[in-house]
């Protein structure tokens, strides 16, 4: 896996790295910042998006929700990861 230079998305770099993707047998929660991650990993969940237009319904509040506390663990994480610097490398 090659190391991202500079600002790169997440969403970019799990494309860029595909080869080493998710086993589809395992379940990813991601936010709309991954809109279209359907096509490289069938068994994702996003949040769904409102608009003027079409406001959510409440079985699909209720989704967003559960879908919210289940990703606000894994953010918890990632942030001490962020803070600790664990995952960083500098060559």
């Known amino acids: ?29 991601a936010d709309l910042g991954y809109l279209g991650i359907e096509k490289y990993h069938s068994n994702s969940f996003i949040p769904i998006k409102s608009s003027k237009k079409h406001p959510l ?8 929700k559960r879908l919210a506390s289940r990703r606000v663990v894994i953010e918890h994480v990632n942030g001490r990861i962020k803070v600790f610097r664990c995952m960083s490398s500098q060559i």
């Open 1 to 29: 896996m090659q190391e991202a230079k500079g600002s790169v998305h997440d969403f970019k770099i799990y494309q860029d790295t595909i080869g080493y993707s998710v086993s589809n047998s395992i379940p990813i929660d």
């Open 57 to 64: 319904t409440k079985k699909e509040i209720a989704y967003n």
